[in-house]
């Protein structure tokens, strides 16, 4: 099944205590992409990938980091988390056509 | 930046009506999508038009790009239980080329049975 996985779905963490969320995908996108959802302000970009070792800032890129090894990967890492990261995350990829496919979200605490 | 207004913000109807909701931009899209997301799960895809004036159906919902490219409506006919959840306009302005997906602030649809 083509799908987009994330993991965690559900974390809970402290302040500064470094993280990460993987997300792959199995239908050999080639453009991937990060998103937070917050109430009020919609869906959001963080970081995307046009390919392998290949990354660009989205719209809120601050306070995190991303890389891309693998066409398949593309993990989020939050290096020191702070309560304002407390949010809902979510990966995607994007074929040819432009159709952008979602992960299920991983919801993120921090303390 | 590009930006997309999308309203109504929310709606509340009884099961059966007919359901209408839409977005507009101060500038041309090249694509517009139509996202469905449900409590706990990510946005799903729903119906995608990629040419101006293209009117394309998915069952019950049929979506249409606007001849101005500045905007798409969304409409749901005969509305069922399972309707419900948050529906999102996104466009891709074709400015940066194709990694740049502006998203609607959704509408909330709630039925009543």
């Known amino acids: 099944e083509a799908q987009v996985t994330q993991n965690p779905r559900y974390l809970i963490t402290v302040t500064g205590k470094k993280l990460t969320v993987t997300c792959s995908q199995n239908?050999?996108?080639?453009?991937m992409s990060w998103y937070r959802q917050d109430p009020g302000l919609g869906l959001r970009q963080i970081y995307y990938s046009m390919n392998v070792e290949v990354t660009d800032k989205g719209d809120v890129p601050e306070g995190y980091k991303v890389s891309r090894k693998e066409k398949r990967n593309f993990p989020l890492i939050l290096e020191s988390p702070s309560p304002n990261q407390t949010s809902l995350y979510f990966c995607?990829?994007?074929?040819?056509?432009?159709?952008?496919?979602f992960g299920e979200g991983s919801r993120l605490t921090v303390l | 930046g590009q930006q997309l207004n999308q309203s109504p913000q929310s709606m509340f109807i009884q099961e059966g009506e007919d359901v209408s909701m839409n977005c507009t931009s101060s500038s041309i899209f090249n694509t517009w999508l139509w996202y469905k997301q449900e409590p706990g799960e990510g946005p799903v895809l729903l119906i995608a038009l990629y040419k101006a004036g293209e009117l394309t159906s998915n069952g019950r919902l049929t979506a249409q790009f606007g001849i101005t490219r500045k905007d798409s409506f969304l409409n749901i006919s005969a509305s069922i239980p399972s309707d419900v959840g948050i529906y999102f306009c996104a466009g891709d302005g074709g400015v940066q080329g194709a990694q740049k997906l502006v998203f609607g602030q959704g509408t909330r649809l709630t039925i009543n049975p």
């Open positions: 995607a990829s994007r074929n040819g056509a432009g159709e952008l496919f």
């Open positions: 239908m050999n996108h080639e453009y």
